[in-house]
């Protein structure tokens, strides 16, 4: 069922000792069990009150997720449209699809190749292992699908009531920031967004290995359903603080594209997920993306990033982790004309 996790644990384990001995500099762990890092309940926000509020509380809730996404890059929602009934469905269906033997999952045909990964394929050293398993996929997969699955017709739903999530909550921070909100619906339609089924195995080595090591979203936002295990932490003021699991509520944050989009203005915070000795975890996250071919123009007369497609950020992106081990992302595009 699992990955052969503990193999590659042995292997990047030796690699560390003998480039120790060697005298390759290692730079030293950033994380311990040991270290304390303060449990928070990131802001909350009823967004019913964008649809059924008056025009006062409108005005406010709108206000409180600009806010948010300003001073935290993360917040919850609360009252979303997302009905429990297809985030049941989808946490079973999910935990269904994981329970398949290894060489299944390896080989499924469910999705396009390269849906499903696991560990980190470029990690030289344990720092850069993620101990968890994921189907990353392309929603075009889903609609294309024929063989009309309980697993595609449950992520078609949860796709599709995200979506609107997204939406209602990406044209208030197109609107709070000046930009026009109609990007969103000419430009992230279902077909170019992702759907990312993560499943986080207990780790006999929390201390020395994440779940999924840190990053930021390179996407416009991202919706998260998890479980009630924890386990996500986020910087907020050059601190790593772990997020409080709430069940009424989803987790939304700013992507790469938000930021370089709004100008700065929203912030796409680093954030990880740290492993449980005993128990596994289950995550769904909603990417909102672009198409390949849309650019990333924000209309400020003082750009801080130079205009590019996101088919460019992609590929950047993966050339970056290929060649280096790790996402660069944004700064590459920072505007060096000021
Ligand atoms: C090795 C990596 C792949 C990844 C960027 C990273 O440096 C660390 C995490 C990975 C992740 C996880 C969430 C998203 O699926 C993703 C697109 C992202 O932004 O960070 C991936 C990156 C990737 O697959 O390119
Ligand atoms: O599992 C989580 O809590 C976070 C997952 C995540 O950051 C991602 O899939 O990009
Ligand atoms: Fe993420």
Not at 27 to 56: C, M, N, Q, Y
Request: hydrophobic share 35%; aromatic share 12%; glycine share 4%.
């Amino acid at each position: 069922m699992d990955p052969p996790f503990n193999e590659i644990y042995k292997t990047l384990l030796y690699n560390q000792i003998t480039n120790t001995e060697r005298d390759v500099p290692e730079i030293p762990f950033s994380f311990s069990v040991t270290a304390v890092v303060e449990e928070v309940e990131l802001p909350v926000i009823d967004v019913s009150r964008l649809i059924h509020g008056a025009e006062k509380e409108r005005e406010k809730c709108k206000e409180e997720i600009a806010r948010a996404s300003r001073e935290w890059g993360f917040f919850q929602v609360i009252n979303h449209g997302i009905s429990m009934d297809v985030l049941e469905k989808m946490r079973q269906e999910q935990i269904r699809v994981f329970r398949e033997p290894f060489d299944k999952k390896s080989k499924s045909e469910k999705f396009s190749a390269g849906s499903y990964r696991w560990g980190t394929p470029s990690a030289t050293c344990l720092r850069q292992l993620s101990w968890s398993e994921a189907f990353h996929v392309p929603m075009t997969d889903i609609s294309n699908n024929k063989d009309f699955t309980t697993l595609s017709s449950t992520m078609e739903k949860f796709a599709s009531e995200s979506e609107a999530l997204a939406y209602m909550l990406a044209e208030v921070l197109a609107e709070k920031s000046g930009q026009k909100s109609s990007f969103f619906k000419e430009n992230c339609v279902r077909n170019t967004c992702y759907l990312r089924m993560n499943r986080y195995p207990p780790c006999p080595k929390p201390s020395e290995v994440y779940g999924l090591m840190p990053h930021t979203d390179s996407d416009f936002l991202t919706i998260l359903y998890q479980d009630q295990v924890g386990g996500l932490q986020l910087i907020k003021d050059d601190r790593w603080i772990a997020v409080k699991p709430n069940p009424r509520a989803l987790i939304i944050n700013i992507g790469d594209l938000f930021q370089a989009w709004s100008n700065g203005m929203y912030k796409s915070v680093e954030h990880r997920v740290m492993t449980n000795p005993t128990v596994e975890r289950f995550s769904t996250a909603y990417f909102m993306c672009p198409s390949y071919d849309a650019v990333i123009e924000c209309s400020s007369d003082c750009p801080a990033y130079r205009n590019f497609s996101f088919r460019e950020f992609r590929q950047q992106v993966q050339e970056d982790v290929k060649k280096l081990g790790f996402k660069v992302g944004l700064p590459r595009f920072l505007n060096h004309l000021y």
